[in-house]
């Protein structure tokens, strides 16, 4: 054979092989990271993990109850006509202690109905994003939380807690200046993910602090959205929809309510982006439930 017949085939076997085990390379790290997106994002829950929101009827106002492996956190009361339901709602249920109680901001349809919680139920922790407002309702629940000898948390951006296998990250607000021009900007804006799910409460955030929210790079990512401010105009603009990317949205409503609410511009959005849109003025109750993967709806 000629030394250059030679030289050519070593060359080709010596190509071969480095092809070889550069294809072998790309697979196994292929592979590697196929393997790892399967469990990326899929926290292990308990094979006896369950969990639950109630997003109570309570007209026009917001009150919902987050279940998880038995431990619960209410965020929100409603107005103060909703003491008396959130009374007899947990005293009937046997839930005489709560993790956790958020009250998103200080106005009387979120905050009035906490009183009657707090006198059936002992609570952990309170946040709310002040710790005095001068109106009847919010008094009341500094007054009930002050008989257990507890104050409130105002937390920041990016504290978090377990509730069971779930766990509540606080994204907002951001910027607390917003609160000069509007209380509903002070809204504790807070997600909560359950294995691959997540759920977001907004309060009554308007666009400027939605903004601000977008503005700040939180992750507002969340399957199930309730929607801001009883579906006002003044909230879900696009800007903060498009960072949401909501599968399902909760309207918490009251049937001919005095504002209108929800409006035309924001229902319309709402329903392009989300498979489904839950009203409690339509639904009554509506009660959410999570696998860790998926979510369903039911009323009640
Ligand atoms: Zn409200
Ligand atoms: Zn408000």
Redesign the pocket.
Known sequence: MKRRTLRTILVFLLVVALLAAGYVFLFRNLWQRWQSSRTEGFPELPADSYFEIHYFDVG???AALVTCDGHYLLIDGGDPSCSRFLYAYLEAHGIDRLDGIICSHA?A??AGGLAGALQVATVDVAYAPVTAYDNRSFTSFVKYLAQQGKQITVPAPGDSFSLGSATATFLGPVDMDLALENE?NTSLVVRIDYGNTSFLFT??AEIAEELSLVESGADLRSTVLKVA??GSYTSSCRDFLDAVEPEYAVISVGADNAYGHPHEEPLERLEEYCRAVYRTDQMGQILCRSDGKTVTFSCG
């Open positions: 026009e106002g917001d106005h349809d979120h509903n309060g009554d401010h009883h």
